[in-house]
């Protein structure tokens, strides 16, 4: 049945008094979630260089090696395809869920609060506004320890704010950037911001000797993307919508991979230059952005102090750090990088986390234009992470898990403080 405003209107009503289901149609339904599997080194080949002409099948999320999924989001006519295109590889198919759309529908009915604009919950899917009111919160009742810098605007206009937490703001410490979100669609990554400057700002063994804020100061920016992350959420439609908002005058098509759009090494790999790909057209230029050029400037104008840059992101179970344009090499200092990435590994895992795959972004697939490369390659800034969260979910992490994992993630952010503190700290 499609989804008519009369449909919606009902259930939001709940007019019979018990609970009415409908289903609604959208662009996923009969969309089947595949999953192929190379299980020797032979297949890796073809799990890399997998794809469709016709664009019709998305790529949800690439393979690492041996044992990592290749995840396909595939249309009824292009099922055939791909178990062809499994068949004549050796790749072993799991066709994972028949209709992808009744997931997004599913979900989004379990959550009627994610439309309610200022309700707040730690361990939930909020809204932007309902972040920014936390955060105006906390400012609030923490002035001390807690401040808000306004950055600018997004492409619709609204209103980005950094999160400065800091015990000794004078003192010049080494800062911690972490930003989230630039992809609108993975929800998990904003809501583990969010979590943290939480746990930051009112734990009271924060600003204890040794706490996580003895030394270190952490400069977070919870949703990069605020205009695509509303976009994601105004229906099961939009539900997996990636990019920016943006649009330019020459093109019917809107947005731009924030996360192909930085100004390093440009569109050298990994980037679609057609302004409508769905996942990663690069833009006209780099910073074409307005919240890449954001997020850069704040890279730029704290490249003294900031010495870890962490980029929240879904899914996966990755800790991948420079070079992300390239896999023929590394930086000069990855084994300083690969290092720190498996003690933050080893410190979620011991939370009762999963532990991380850590490697160079590039090993996994290049892709050019990533915030990760700027902030080690053009603000040399010392280390650099893309932090995949989550596994097994794709892009939908259930709501109810997330008082289980943001913890045990945030565990790991613990440790890149200690570290950041031991090396950099005054
Ligand atoms: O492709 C991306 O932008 C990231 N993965 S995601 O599934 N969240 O889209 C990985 C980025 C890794 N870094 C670079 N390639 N620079
Ligand atoms: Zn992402």
């Not at 098509?253 to 990663?280: I, M, Q």
């Amino acid at each position: 049945m499609k989804c008519t405003v009369m449909a919606r209107f009902l259930i939001v009503l709940g007019i019979f008094g018990f609970i009415f289901q409908v289903h609604c149609s959208n662009q996923y339904d009969n969309h089947t979630l595949v999953r192929l599997h190379p299980t020797l080194p032979v297949h890796l080949n073809a799990v890399k260089t997998f794809q469709d002409p016709s664009l019709e099948v998305s790529v949800l999320k690439e393979s690492r090696g041996v044992n990592d999924t290749l995840d396909l989001l595939v249309p009824p006519n292009k099922l055939g395809f791909v178990h062809d295109y499994a068949k004549s590889n050796g790749l072993t198919l799991e066709e994972k869920q028949r209709n992808y759309g009744r997931t997004l529908e599913d979900e989004s009915q379990r959550l009627p609060r994610r439309r309610v604009l200022r309700s707040f919950n730690i361990f939930g899917y909020n809204s932007f506004g309902a972040i920014q009111g936390y955060l105006e919160e906390l400012a609030h009742k923490f002035p001390n320890l807690v401040q808000l810098q306004e950055l600018g605007k997004s492409f619709e206009g609204r209103t980005m704010k950094l999160v400065k937490i800091s015990s000794q703001p004078e003192a010049g410490n080494p800062v911690i950037f972490v930003d989230a979100g630039i992809h609108s669609r993975e929800w998990v990554a904003p809501a583990m911001a969010t979590y943290l400057i939480s746990r930051l700002a009112t734990d009271s063994d924060s600003m204890q000797i040794g706490g996580i804020l003895d030394g270190v100061d952490w400069y977070i920016l919870p949703v990069v993307n605020p205009d695509g992350y509303e976009y994601s959420r105004s229906s099961a439609n939009k539900r997996l919508w990636r990019k920016t908002r943006s649009k330019t005058t020459n093109s019917r098509c809107y947005g731009v991979d924030g996360n192909r759009n930085y100004g390093f090494k440009w569109a050298v790999s990994g980037v679609s230059n057609d302004p409508c790909h769905a996942e990663t057209f690069a833009g006209n230029k780099a910073f074409s952005e307005p919240e890449t050029r954001m997020v850069s400037s704040v890279m730029l104008d704290n490249k003294q102090r900031i010495k870890l840059y962490v980029s929240l992101h879904s899914y996966g179970q990755y800790l991948v750090y420079p070079w992300g344009y390239t896999g023929d090499y590394l930086p000069k200092q990855w084994k300083k990088l690969d290092n720190m990435g498996k003690a933050v590994s080893v410190a979620v895992q011991r939370a009762g986390g999963k532990p991380f795959k850590v490697m160079s972004a590039g090993k996994w697939y290049p892709a050019a234009g990533g915030s990760d490369d700027f902030a080690y390659g053009a603000a040399g800034i010392p280390y650099s992470y893309t932090m995949e969260l989550t596994e097994g979910y794709e892009f939908t992490f259930p709501e109810s898990l997330l008082s289980k994992t943001l913890p045990q993630v945030y565990e790991g952010f613990k440790e890149f403080g200690k570290r950041i503190k031991k090396e950099f700290g005054r």
